[in-house]
Protein backbone atom coordinates (compact mmCIF):
# COMPACT_ATOMS: atom_id res chain seq x y z
CA UNK A 1 0.00 0.00 0.00
CA UNK A 2 1.53 3.35 -0.86
CA UNK A 3 1.50 6.56 0.83
CA UNK A 4 -1.51 7.86 -1.74
CA UNK A 5 -3.51 4.99 -0.75
CA UNK A 6 -2.72 5.31 3.17
CA UNK A 7 -4.07 8.85 3.66
CA UNK A 8 -7.25 8.25 1.54
CA UNK A 9 -7.55 5.26 3.32
CA UNK A 10 -7.13 6.88 6.90
CA UNK A 11 -9.17 10.02 5.52
CA UNK A 12 -12.08 7.72 4.53
CA UNK A 13 -12.00 5.96 7.92
CA UNK A 14 -12.15 9.31 9.42
CA UNK A 15 -15.40 10.12 7.95
CA UNK A 16 -16.93 7.25 8.54
CA UNK A 17 -15.98 7.67 11.94
CA UNK A 18 -16.85 11.31 12.63
CA UNK A 19 -20.78 10.00 10.69
CA UNK A 20 -21.17 7.12 12.85
CA UNK A 21 -20.42 9.93 16.18
CA UNK A 22 -22.67 12.56 14.90
CA UNK A 23 -25.26 9.55 14.37
CA UNK A 24 -24.95 8.57 18.10
CA UNK A 25 -24.84 12.01 19.55
CA UNK A 26 -28.09 13.18 18.02
CA UNK A 27 -29.29 9.65 19.83
CA UNK A 28 -27.79 10.15 22.72
CA UNK A 29 -29.09 13.78 22.79
CA UNK A 30 -32.52 12.04 21.84
CA UNK A 31 -32.56 9.72 24.73
CA UNK A 32 -31.36 11.90 27.14
CA UNK A 33 -34.45 14.36 26.69
CA UNK A 34 -36.53 11.24 26.34
CA UNK A 35 -35.35 10.41 30.07
CA UNK A 36 -35.67 13.65 31.34
CA UNK A 37 -39.33 14.26 30.27
CA UNK A 38 -40.95 10.11 30.51
CA UNK A 39 -40.72 10.49 34.13
CA UNK A 40 -41.34 14.03 34.85
CA UNK A 41 -45.23 14.80 32.72
CA UNK A 42 -44.71 18.18 35.17
CA UNK A 43 -41.97 19.71 33.74
CA UNK A 44 -42.91 18.86 29.84
CA UNK A 45 -46.80 19.65 29.77
CA UNK A 46 -48.52 22.45 32.54
CA UNK A 47 -51.86 22.47 33.68
CA UNK A 48 -54.05 25.05 31.98
CA UNK A 49 -51.48 25.63 29.58
CA UNK A 50 -53.49 26.12 26.19
CA UNK A 51 -54.37 23.10 24.14
CA UNK A 52 -56.09 22.99 20.66
CA UNK A 53 -57.22 19.75 19.61
CA UNK A 54 -59.22 17.07 21.55
CA UNK A 55 -58.57 16.43 25.39
CA UNK A 56 -58.99 12.83 24.67
CA UNK A 57 -56.46 12.75 21.90
CA UNK A 58 -53.43 10.27 23.08
CA UNK A 59 -50.41 12.20 21.26
CA UNK A 60 -49.40 15.93 22.28
CA UNK A 61 -47.06 17.62 20.58
CA UNK A 62 -45.79 20.56 23.31
CA UNK A 63 -44.19 23.36 21.22
CA UNK A 64 -41.95 25.93 23.57
CA UNK A 65 -42.49 29.06 21.34
CA UNK A 66 -41.94 32.66 21.38
CA UNK A 67 -44.25 35.02 19.39
CA UNK A 68 -41.48 36.81 18.35
CA UNK A 69 -39.66 33.94 16.83
CA UNK A 70 -39.96 34.44 13.03
CA UNK A 71 -39.51 30.14 12.84
CA UNK A 72 -42.36 29.51 15.00
CA UNK A 73 -44.83 32.49 12.93
CA UNK A 74 -43.68 30.13 9.43
CA UNK A 75 -44.02 26.78 11.64
CA UNK A 76 -47.88 27.81 12.87
CA UNK A 77 -49.75 26.60 10.13
CA UNK A 78 -47.77 23.86 8.93
CA UNK A 79 -47.80 22.49 13.27
CA UNK A 80 -51.51 22.81 12.78
CA UNK A 81 -51.94 21.10 9.27
CA UNK A 82 -49.93 18.32 10.74
CA UNK A 83 -51.97 18.02 14.06
CA UNK A 84 -55.32 18.13 11.80
CA UNK A 85 -54.53 15.19 9.36
CA UNK A 86 -54.68 13.14 12.22
CA UNK A 87 -58.30 13.77 13.01
CA UNK A 88 -59.03 13.24 16.75
CA UNK A 89 -55.69 11.28 17.74
CA UNK A 90 -53.37 14.59 17.89
CA UNK A 91 -53.59 17.79 20.21
CA UNK A 92 -51.14 20.70 20.74
CA UNK A 93 -49.91 22.46 23.74
CA UNK A 94 -48.46 25.56 23.64
CA UNK A 95 -45.69 26.65 26.36
CA UNK A 96 -43.70 29.68 26.65
CA UNK A 97 -40.12 30.35 25.81
CA UNK A 98 -39.59 34.33 25.51
CA UNK A 99 -36.34 33.81 24.81
CA UNK A 100 -36.14 37.33 22.59
CA UNK A 101 -35.86 40.50 25.00
CA UNK A 102 -38.63 41.89 25.65
CA UNK A 103 -40.89 38.43 25.43
CA UNK A 104 -41.21 38.04 28.08
CA UNK A 105 -43.97 40.84 28.53
CA UNK A 106 -45.52 39.97 25.28
CA UNK A 107 -46.03 36.22 26.74
CA UNK A 108 -47.83 37.55 29.55
CA UNK A 109 -50.16 39.12 27.24
CA UNK A 110 -50.86 35.83 25.78
CA UNK A 111 -51.65 34.65 29.03
CA UNK A 112 -53.77 37.18 30.07
CA UNK A 113 -55.59 36.33 26.38
CA UNK A 114 -55.77 32.81 27.22
CA UNK A 115 -57.56 33.82 30.81
CA UNK A 116 -60.66 35.28 28.41
CA UNK A 117 -60.36 31.95 25.67
CA UNK A 118 -58.72 34.27 23.42
CA UNK A 119 -55.45 33.13 23.54
CA UNK A 120 -54.68 31.19 19.70
CA UNK A 121 -56.63 34.66 18.25
CA UNK A 122 -54.16 36.22 19.90
CA UNK A 123 -51.31 34.53 18.96
CA UNK A 124 -52.34 34.55 15.77
CA UNK A 125 -52.61 38.11 15.37
CA UNK A 126 -48.78 38.37 16.62
CA UNK A 127 -47.83 36.35 14.19
CA UNK A 128 -49.07 38.25 11.34
CA UNK A 129 -48.47 41.24 12.65
CA UNK A 130 -45.12 40.46 13.72
CA UNK A 131 -43.11 43.05 11.71
CA UNK A 132 -44.94 45.94 13.64
CA UNK A 133 -43.73 45.31 16.98
CA UNK A 134 -40.51 43.17 17.05
CA UNK A 135 -37.68 45.61 15.88
CA UNK A 136 -34.49 44.26 15.46
CA UNK A 137 -35.30 40.87 16.84
CA UNK A 138 -36.48 42.23 20.04
CA UNK A 139 -40.03 42.55 21.12
CA UNK A 140 -41.32 45.62 21.56
CA UNK A 141 -44.16 45.27 24.34
CA UNK A 142 -46.22 48.72 24.25
CA UNK A 143 -46.45 47.73 20.15
CA UNK A 144 -47.69 44.40 21.04
CA UNK A 145 -50.32 45.63 23.68
CA UNK A 146 -51.83 47.76 20.74
CA UNK A 147 -52.13 45.16 18.08
CA UNK A 148 -54.33 43.21 20.56
CA UNK A 149 -56.80 46.18 20.90
CA UNK A 150 -57.98 44.97 17.72
CA UNK A 151 -59.50 41.65 19.49
CA UNK A 152 -62.51 41.30 20.86
CA UNK A 153 -61.23 41.28 24.23
CA UNK A 154 -61.89 43.12 28.03
CA UNK A 155 -59.02 44.81 27.73
CA UNK A 156 -59.00 46.22 31.74
CA UNK A 157 -58.97 42.41 32.58
CA UNK A 158 -56.30 42.07 29.78
CA UNK A 159 -54.07 44.64 31.35
CA UNK A 160 -54.74 43.49 34.95
CA UNK A 161 -54.40 39.77 34.32
CA UNK A 162 -51.02 40.74 32.75
CA UNK A 163 -50.02 42.37 36.02
CA UNK A 164 -51.56 39.02 38.07
CA UNK A 165 -49.55 36.63 40.23
CA UNK A 166 -51.23 33.65 38.35
CA UNK A 167 -49.94 34.89 35.01
CA UNK A 168 -46.43 35.80 36.22
CA UNK A 169 -46.33 31.96 37.92
CA UNK A 170 -47.58 30.43 34.74
CA UNK A 171 -44.87 32.29 32.75
CA UNK A 172 -42.11 31.35 34.92
CA UNK A 173 -43.49 28.09 35.14
CA UNK A 174 -42.85 27.48 31.02
CA UNK A 175 -39.50 29.15 31.78
CA UNK A 176 -38.25 27.20 34.51
CA UNK A 177 -39.05 23.78 32.64
CA UNK A 178 -37.94 25.10 29.23
CA UNK A 179 -34.47 25.87 31.02
CA UNK A 180 -34.58 22.06 32.88
CA UNK A 181 -35.60 20.70 28.97
CA UNK A 182 -32.46 22.55 27.62
CA UNK A 183 -34.74 24.60 25.30
CA UNK A 184 -32.29 26.89 24.16
CA UNK A 185 -34.07 27.86 20.40
CA UNK A 186 -37.84 28.23 19.33
CA UNK A 187 -39.86 26.72 18.13
CA UNK A 188 -38.75 23.08 20.20
CA UNK A 189 -41.32 20.35 20.33
CA UNK A 190 -41.54 17.66 22.01
CA UNK A 191 -44.01 15.09 21.09
CA UNK A 192 -45.32 12.37 23.82
CA UNK A 193 -42.39 13.37 25.40
CA UNK A 194 -39.93 12.58 22.86
CA UNK A 195 -37.79 15.37 21.37
CA UNK A 196 -36.80 16.01 17.36
CA UNK A 197 -33.06 14.66 17.05
CA UNK A 198 -32.67 17.37 14.90
CA UNK A 199 -34.70 20.54 14.08
CA UNK A 200 -36.71 20.22 10.76
CA UNK A 201 -40.71 19.58 9.57
CA UNK A 202 -40.08 16.11 8.11
CA UNK A 203 -38.62 14.91 11.59
CA UNK A 204 -41.47 16.70 13.38
CA UNK A 205 -44.02 14.83 10.74
CA UNK A 206 -42.18 11.41 11.29
CA UNK A 207 -42.23 11.77 15.53
CA UNK A 208 -46.05 12.35 14.80
CA UNK A 209 -46.72 9.71 12.29
CA UNK A 210 -44.71 6.95 15.08
CA UNK A 211 -46.44 8.17 18.12
CA UNK A 212 -50.28 7.85 16.75
CA UNK A 213 -49.13 4.23 15.20
CA UNK A 214 -47.64 3.47 18.79
CA UNK A 215 -50.65 5.07 20.16
CA UNK A 216 -53.13 4.04 18.23
Known sequence: MNRKTLVIGSAG???????????????????????????????LER????????????VTIVEFLDP???????????????AS????????MVRYAPLHPGSDQVVKMLEAAHLQGQF????????????????NHASQPMRARSVLNALDLDQDKLTADMGSAAVAE?????????????????PEFFVNGKPMPSFGY???????????????
Open 47 to 58: EGAPVKGPADAR
Open 13 to 43: LLLLIFGVATVLFQKDRAAGQYTSTGGNQSV
Open 170 to 186: AVQKDIQDGQTLKVQAT
Open 120 to 135: WPALELLFETQSRWVI
Open 68 to 82: ACGTCREFYPLVRKL
Open 202 to 216: SQLSNLVKDAVADAY
Open 85 to 92: GYPGKVKI
